[in-house]
Protein backbone atom coordinates (compact mmCIF):
# COMPACT_ATOMS: atom_id res chain seq x y z
CA UNK A 1 0.00 0.00 0.00
CA UNK A 2 2.74 2.20 0.33
CA UNK A 3 3.35 2.52 -2.90
CA UNK A 4 0.37 4.87 -4.00
CA UNK A 5 -0.86 6.84 -0.68
CA UNK A 6 -4.52 8.76 -0.16
CA UNK A 7 -5.34 11.68 1.88
CA UNK A 8 -7.64 11.84 3.64
CA UNK A 9 -8.73 8.46 4.52
CA UNK A 10 -11.76 9.73 5.97
CA UNK A 11 -13.52 12.54 4.71
CA UNK A 12 -17.56 13.91 5.92
CA UNK A 13 -18.76 16.70 4.09
CA UNK A 14 -22.31 18.73 4.07
CA UNK A 15 -23.94 19.15 0.25
CA UNK A 16 -22.35 22.55 0.15
CA UNK A 17 -18.75 22.13 1.03
CA UNK A 18 -15.94 22.55 -1.57
CA UNK A 19 -12.97 19.45 -0.52
CA UNK A 20 -10.41 17.93 -2.19
CA UNK A 21 -8.87 14.17 -2.02
CA UNK A 22 -5.30 13.61 -2.68
CA UNK A 23 -3.46 10.63 -4.41
CA UNK A 24 0.32 10.42 -4.82
CA UNK A 25 2.24 7.42 -6.31
CA UNK A 26 5.68 6.68 -5.60
CA UNK A 27 6.19 3.83 -8.37
CA UNK A 28 7.24 5.94 -11.14
CA UNK A 29 4.14 5.17 -13.45
CA UNK A 30 2.87 7.13 -16.15
CA UNK A 31 -1.06 6.76 -15.48
CA UNK A 32 -2.78 7.41 -12.84
CA UNK A 33 -7.21 6.39 -12.10
CA UNK A 34 -9.58 7.46 -9.93
CA UNK A 35 -12.34 5.04 -8.78
CA UNK A 36 -15.83 4.99 -7.16
CA UNK A 37 -16.67 2.18 -5.15
CA UNK A 38 -19.96 1.90 -3.59
CA UNK A 39 -21.47 -0.92 -1.34
CA UNK A 40 -23.65 -3.78 -3.53
CA UNK A 41 -21.87 -2.41 -7.14
CA UNK A 42 -18.70 -2.90 -9.29
CA UNK A 43 -15.83 -0.94 -9.47
CA UNK A 44 -17.06 2.41 -11.39
CA UNK A 45 -14.10 4.02 -13.29
CA UNK A 46 -14.08 8.01 -13.04
CA UNK A 47 -11.52 9.25 -14.91
CA UNK A 48 -7.86 8.27 -16.79
CA UNK A 49 -4.73 10.28 -16.59
CA UNK A 50 -2.23 9.09 -18.89
CA UNK A 51 0.97 11.27 -18.36
CA UNK A 52 -0.83 14.31 -17.48
CA UNK A 53 -3.65 14.17 -19.78
CA UNK A 54 -7.12 12.99 -19.33
CA UNK A 55 -7.62 10.36 -21.78
CA UNK A 56 -11.12 9.28 -19.88
CA UNK A 57 -14.08 10.70 -18.24
CA UNK A 58 -16.49 7.99 -17.29
CA UNK A 59 -19.65 10.28 -17.61
CA UNK A 60 -19.07 11.93 -14.60
CA UNK A 61 -20.99 14.56 -12.95
CA UNK A 62 -19.10 17.89 -13.26
CA UNK A 63 -19.32 18.04 -9.25
CA UNK A 64 -16.29 15.91 -9.40
CA UNK A 65 -13.39 17.70 -10.96
CA UNK A 66 -9.88 16.22 -11.22
CA UNK A 67 -6.74 17.43 -11.87
CA UNK A 68 -3.18 16.17 -12.32
CA UNK A 69 -0.62 18.54 -12.06
CA UNK A 70 2.61 16.02 -12.49
CA UNK A 71 2.44 11.95 -13.07
CA UNK A 72 2.99 11.85 -9.53
CA UNK A 73 -0.44 13.18 -7.95
CA UNK A 74 -4.01 13.33 -9.08
CA UNK A 75 -6.38 15.12 -7.27
CA UNK A 76 -10.13 15.24 -6.95
CA UNK A 77 -11.82 18.18 -6.35
CA UNK A 78 -15.39 17.65 -4.97
CA UNK A 79 -18.44 20.48 -4.78
CA UNK A 80 -21.61 20.74 -3.98
CA UNK A 81 -22.29 17.06 -3.89
CA UNK A 82 -25.04 14.89 -3.30
CA UNK A 83 -25.69 11.85 -0.52
CA UNK A 84 -25.40 9.50 -3.27
CA UNK A 85 -22.25 10.39 -3.46
CA UNK A 86 -21.21 8.49 -0.36
CA UNK A 87 -18.33 6.06 -1.48
CA UNK A 88 -15.11 4.80 -0.42
CA UNK A 89 -12.73 6.86 -3.67
CA UNK A 90 -9.92 4.73 -4.54
CA UNK A 91 -6.84 5.54 -6.46
CA UNK A 92 -4.46 3.39 -8.47
CA UNK A 93 -1.41 4.04 -10.70
CA UNK A 94 0.26 1.66 -13.27
CA UNK A 95 3.26 2.11 -15.71
CA UNK A 96 1.34 2.11 -18.73
CA UNK A 97 -2.13 2.84 -19.68
CA UNK A 98 -2.34 -0.16 -21.85
CA UNK A 99 -4.13 -3.08 -19.37
CA UNK A 100 -1.01 -3.01 -17.66
CA UNK A 101 -1.19 -3.68 -13.56
CA UNK A 102 -2.82 -1.17 -11.09
CA UNK A 103 -1.75 -0.74 -8.11
CA UNK A 104 -4.50 0.77 -5.59
CA UNK A 105 -4.60 3.18 -2.74
CA UNK A 106 -6.30 2.48 0.21
CA UNK A 107 -8.74 4.59 -0.64
CA UNK A 108 -10.85 7.58 0.72
CA UNK A 109 -14.11 6.99 2.73
CA UNK A 110 -16.69 9.86 2.02
CA UNK A 111 -20.13 10.36 4.06
CA UNK A 112 -21.95 13.58 1.88
CA UNK A 113 -24.46 14.70 4.89
CA UNK B 1 -18.18 -6.81 -25.27
CA UNK B 2 -15.62 -7.85 -22.65
CA UNK B 3 -17.30 -8.79 -18.99
CA UNK B 4 -16.19 -10.94 -16.21
CA UNK B 5 -18.97 -12.87 -14.37
CA UNK B 6 -17.97 -13.64 -10.33
CA UNK B 7 -20.49 -16.67 -9.95
CA UNK B 8 -20.87 -16.30 -6.22
CA UNK B 9 -21.44 -13.26 -4.24
CA UNK B 10 -20.44 -15.55 -0.74
CA UNK B 11 -18.05 -18.45 -0.12
CA UNK B 12 -18.03 -19.66 3.27
CA UNK B 13 -15.41 -22.34 3.76
CA UNK B 14 -13.33 -23.53 7.03
CA UNK B 15 -9.99 -22.99 8.13
CA UNK B 16 -7.46 -25.35 6.79
CA UNK B 17 -9.96 -26.83 3.87
CA UNK B 18 -9.62 -25.84 -0.10
CA UNK B 19 -10.88 -22.48 -1.18
CA UNK B 20 -12.50 -22.34 -4.91
CA UNK B 21 -13.51 -18.88 -6.30
CA UNK B 22 -14.97 -18.65 -9.52
CA UNK B 23 -14.30 -16.39 -12.85
CA UNK B 24 -15.96 -16.39 -16.43
CA UNK B 25 -14.86 -14.00 -18.93
CA UNK B 26 -15.89 -12.76 -22.21
CA UNK B 27 -13.52 -11.04 -24.32
CA UNK B 28 -13.27 -11.21 -28.09
CA UNK B 29 -9.23 -11.59 -27.88
CA UNK B 30 -6.82 -12.52 -25.87
CA UNK B 31 -7.01 -10.76 -22.63
CA UNK B 32 -5.18 -9.85 -19.32
CA UNK B 33 -6.78 -11.72 -16.09
CA UNK B 34 -6.22 -10.50 -13.09
CA UNK B 35 -7.63 -11.18 -9.25
CA UNK B 36 -7.64 -8.70 -6.41
CA UNK B 37 -8.13 -9.00 -2.72
CA UNK B 38 -9.50 -6.20 -0.23
CA UNK B 39 -9.18 -6.69 3.02
CA UNK B 40 -12.02 -4.57 5.24
CA UNK B 41 -11.28 -0.85 5.00
CA UNK B 42 -8.21 -1.54 2.49
CA UNK B 43 -7.67 -0.57 -0.42
CA UNK B 44 -7.10 -3.48 -3.87
CA UNK B 45 -3.90 -5.79 -3.24
CA UNK B 46 -3.11 -7.50 -6.77
CA UNK B 47 -2.88 -11.49 -6.16
CA UNK B 48 -1.55 -12.49 -9.27
CA UNK B 49 -2.09 -11.68 -13.06
CA UNK B 50 -2.47 -13.76 -15.65
CA UNK B 51 -1.07 -12.38 -19.26
CA UNK B 52 -0.85 -15.25 -22.01
CA UNK B 53 2.49 -17.31 -20.59
CA UNK B 54 1.66 -19.86 -18.29
CA UNK B 55 -1.88 -21.28 -17.82
CA UNK B 56 -1.97 -21.56 -14.47
CA UNK B 57 -0.74 -18.68 -12.35
CA UNK B 58 0.65 -18.63 -9.12
CA UNK B 59 -0.11 -15.70 -6.79
CA UNK B 60 0.58 -13.96 -3.34
CA UNK B 61 -0.42 -15.95 0.20
CA UNK B 62 -0.54 -19.28 -1.47
CA UNK B 63 -3.38 -18.73 -4.35
CA UNK B 64 -3.07 -19.62 -7.91
CA UNK B 65 -5.12 -19.16 -11.08
CA UNK B 66 -6.00 -21.40 -13.95
CA UNK B 67 -6.76 -19.87 -17.20
CA UNK B 68 -8.86 -21.86 -19.39
CA UNK B 69 -9.56 -20.97 -22.52
CA UNK B 70 -11.89 -23.60 -23.29
CA UNK B 71 -14.22 -22.91 -20.68
CA UNK B 72 -13.50 -18.63 -20.34
CA UNK B 73 -12.72 -19.32 -17.01
CA UNK B 74 -10.16 -18.15 -14.76
CA UNK B 75 -11.23 -19.63 -11.25
CA UNK B 76 -9.13 -18.59 -7.79
CA UNK B 77 -8.02 -21.38 -5.80
CA UNK B 78 -5.78 -22.35 -2.45
CA UNK B 79 -5.49 -25.71 -0.77
CA UNK B 80 -5.98 -24.53 2.61
CA UNK B 81 -7.53 -21.49 3.66
CA UNK B 82 -6.16 -19.19 6.69
CA UNK B 83 -8.58 -16.91 9.08
CA UNK B 84 -6.59 -13.99 7.28
CA UNK B 85 -7.82 -14.95 4.03
CA UNK B 86 -11.30 -13.60 4.41
CA UNK B 87 -12.17 -10.94 2.24
CA UNK B 88 -13.56 -9.60 -0.76
CA UNK B 89 -12.11 -11.20 -3.96
CA UNK B 90 -12.40 -9.20 -7.66
CA UNK B 91 -11.55 -10.89 -10.86
CA UNK B 92 -10.64 -8.50 -13.54
CA UNK B 93 -10.08 -8.45 -17.10
CA UNK B 94 -8.38 -5.95 -19.36
CA UNK B 95 -8.96 -6.01 -23.07
CA UNK B 96 -5.76 -4.23 -22.88
CA UNK B 97 -6.90 -1.01 -23.41
CA UNK B 98 -6.91 1.99 -20.69
CA UNK B 99 -9.64 0.27 -19.04
CA UNK B 100 -10.01 -2.74 -16.24
CA UNK B 101 -13.33 -4.65 -16.13
CA UNK B 102 -14.09 -5.65 -12.89
CA UNK B 103 -16.95 -8.17 -11.63
CA UNK B 104 -18.84 -7.65 -8.27
CA UNK B 105 -16.67 -9.41 -5.99
CA UNK B 106 -16.79 -12.85 -3.66
CA UNK B 107 -16.84 -12.17 0.07
CA UNK B 108 -15.06 -15.40 1.09
CA UNK B 109 -16.06 -15.99 4.86
CA UNK B 110 -13.17 -18.36 6.89
CA UNK B 111 -14.90 -20.05 10.27
CA UNK B 112 -12.53 -21.17 12.29
Known amino acids: ETGVTQTPRHLVMGMTNKKSLKCEQH?????MYWYKQSAKKPLELMFV???????ENNSVPSRFSPECPNSSHLFLHLHTLQPEDSALYLC????????????FGPGTRLLVL | AQSVTQLDSHVSVSEGTPVLLRCNYS??????LFWYVQHPNKGLQLLLK??????LVKGINGFEAEFKKSETSFHLTKPSAHMSDAAEYFC??????????FGTGTRLQVFP
Open chain 2, 27 to 32: SSYSPS
Open chain 1, 27 to 31: LGHNA
Open chain 1, 92 to 103: ASSLGASGETQY
Open chain 2, 92 to 101: VVSPNTDKLI
Open chain 2, 50 to 55: YTSAAT
Open chain 1, 49 to 55: YNFKEQT
